[in-house]
Every structure is written in C-alpha cells, then in structure tokens.
Nanobody, 116 residues
Framework: QVQLVESGGGLVQAGGSLRLSCAAS????????MGWYRQAPGKQRELVAR???????NYADAVKGRFTISRDNAKNTVYLQMNSLKPEDTAVYYC??????????WGQGTQVTVSS
C-alpha cells in the first residue's frame, strides 16, 4: 500500500507565495513521474505541473514562469513552489505519483486560496 500526504496549502494574498509538499510512503521500489493537479469549484481537475524521475518537467501554460516543481527521489517527495499567486489559482491541489510496477496514486488534496 502506498500513501501520499500533502502539506503547505493555505490562504494567501494575491502576489504571495506558497510551497506545497507531498511525501509518498509505503511499499515503493521506485517512483517514476510525479505531478501536481488542481481542481477549482465547478471545474475539472487539471494538470499544473509534472516531473519525471530524471528531472524533466512540464507545466500548464497558466503557471509557467510562476510555479516550479521539484522532487527529492531519496525522500520520495515532490514540491511545488508557487509564486506571484493569483485569485484564479484558488483550488484544491492534489499530488500524484506513478509508482513503478504498481499504479498511479493520489493524495487527499490541500486547499489553496488566494484572496484579491
């Protein structure tokens, strides 16, 4: 069994910053891709950023230049540094991990609220 635990969400003013963390634990041989997704009220879940085990990254156009995804393979942890936050970034943020020889796992979600 694999668990993902997110932390770092909260309330911030527009223009501020937050850093999300997501730690994976359990029967893990290796984690391949890891990512962050978000879901705003009334909208579908969307990709924010994803990072391969090699470190290569891809970002949604809406967050390019403002968000940075990184990971620590030794700690099975993925991070999302969010700068210059906007009210439209308000959502529940979920982390995802593609665990080798198992399946995709998801965290429980952490709320990010950006006030104007």
């Amino acid at each position: 069994q694999v668990q993902l635990v997110e932390s770092g969400g909260g309330l911030v003013q527009a223009g501020g910053s937050l850093r999300l963390s997501c730690a994976a634990s359990g029967s893990i041989f290796r984690i391949d891709g890891m990512g962050w997704y978000r879901q705003a009220p009334g909208k579908q879940r969307e990709l924010v950023a994803r990072i391969a085990r090699s470190g290569s990254t891809n970002y949604a156009d809406a967050v390019k230049g403002r968000f940075t995804i990184s990971r620590d393979n030794a700690k099975n942890t993925v991070y999302l540094q969010m700068n210059s936050l906007k009210p439209e970034d308000t959502a529940v943020y979920y982390c995802e991990a593609d665990v080798y020889n198992l399946r995709d796992y998801w965290g429980q979600g952490t709320q990010v609220t950006v006030s104007s």
